[in-house]
Structure formats: structure tokens, C-alpha cells
């Protein structure tokens, strides 16, 4: 006896005309959205992609230095390499501080006068157990977050001037090519108790 609830389906899945009887009378589920794979969309190699200006920009200083001799058929690129190069690396030097380094009497010299010519420096002298040293300390820690550009370092007060009066610290100094250019004692100048990182940064500026 045959089979009347069998359904032929022709190569492709479509259903036949008793499948859409069937679906409009509700003996059968909607007919499902015929199957469309993904467009094809090669992935392209990085090292393959055209090179821009944007292209350049997104690049390490490492990968702009590897790439010297990829670009010499695009003089504009190779010259725009050279510039975002440099720019990376003056952006490396000017960020090689950024904290308080604390030093010791015998580190002063190459920490301090033998800093390079275009490098400020700045100096706190300081006694732990004075308040106000506390204070500036962490004024001088967001500064030198601001401006990685400037070395901060700090040392006790006695270890850089033996016999150092503690009723002058705390101090700063500031030097710059290996002389003093600043020499701030206490805090008055900064306001006191009162002061804040930017009235540092006025203070010795002026």
C-alpha cells in the first residue's frame, strides 16, 4: 500500500506543491529561508595591505623602522615614515621619567650634575617625620607624572648637605646643565599648607 504521507523534495530542498497545501491548511511548519553562505572575503595579509598615511600612523617604531626598504618606490610615504619615526622617538625620550627616584649622597653627581644639558632637574631634600615634606612630596609625585620630560629625584636632606638644619626642609633646587637654577626653602612660597602641584609649578617658574 503506498505511502500517501511521503514527500518528494526536488535536488535543491524546495518543497513541492503539497507542502504549501499543507503549510496554508497549518500541517506544517513555515518553510524555512533557503540556505546563502556568506560572501567570500579573503582575509588580506598585513603585510599586503597598501600602505597610507593612516597605515603609517598605526605602526610601532619598530615595524616603521623594518619597513626602510619596503617604501622606496613612494617617496612621499618614505619621507612621512622618517617624520612619524622621529616623532616616536622624541615621544620615547621626553616620557623616560615621570616619578620621584630616590638617591643617595653618592648617586648625586651622575643623577644630578651629569644629567644631560637638556634635561631639568629637580631635587627635593627632605626628613621623614616633618609634615610639610609629606605635603610637597606628593606634589612633587603628580608633577612628575605631568612633565616626564623633567627628572624629579629626592634624597634626605643630610645626605646631600652634611649638617643640613632641618628647619629648612623641606627644600627644592632645581638645576639644569649642571648648575643650580633654583633654590626654594620651605613652603611659603607655594602657599603654605596650602599648596597645590600648580602653585609648585608657578612657584618655581618665576
Not at 160 to 183: E, F, M, Q
Amino acid at each position: 500500500m503506498a505511502d500517501y504521507h511521503f514527500v518528494y523534495k526536488d535536488v535543491e530542498g524546495a518543497s513541492t506543491q503539497w507542502d504549501d497545501i499543507q503549510r496554508r491548511l497549518g500541517n506544517l511548519p513555515p518553510k524555512p529561508e533557503p540556505f546563502k553562505p556568506p560572501p567570500f572575503a579573503p582575509k588580506v595579509d598585513a603585510g599586503e595591505q597598501p600602505k597610507s598615511k593612516e597605515w603609517l600612523d598605526e605602526r610601532e617604531a619598530e615595524e616603521l623602522e623594518e619597513l626602510e626598504d619596503d617604501l622606496d618606490d613612494d617617496r612621499f610615504l618614505e619621507q612621512y615614515r622618517k617624520m612619524r619615526l622621529a616623532e616616536l622617538r622624541e615621544a620615547a625620550k621626553a616620557a623616560r621619567f615621570g616619578s620621584i627616584v630616590p638617591i643617595t649622597g653618592s648617586d648625586f653627581v651622575r643623577e644630578v650634575s651629569q644629567a644631560p644639558s637638556e634635561v631639568w632637574v629637580v631635587v627635593f631634600l627632605y626628613k621623614d617625620g616633618i609634615p610639610e615634606c609629606g605635603l610637597l612630596q606628593n606634589c612633587l609625585e603628580e608633577l612628575a607624572t605631568r612633565y616626564p620630560a623633567t627628572k624629579f629625584v629626592k634624597i634626605i636632606s643630610t645626605d646631600c648637605i652634611p649638617n643640613y638644619p632641618d628647619r629648612n626642609v623641606p627644600t627644592i633646587l632645581v638645576y639644569n646643565n649642571s648648575a643650580v637654577k633654583g633654590t626654594y626653602v620651605g613652603l611659603q612660597k607655594f602657599g603654605g599648607k596650602r599648596c597645590t602641584p600648580e602653585s609648585i609649578h608657578l612657584g618655581t617658574m618665576s
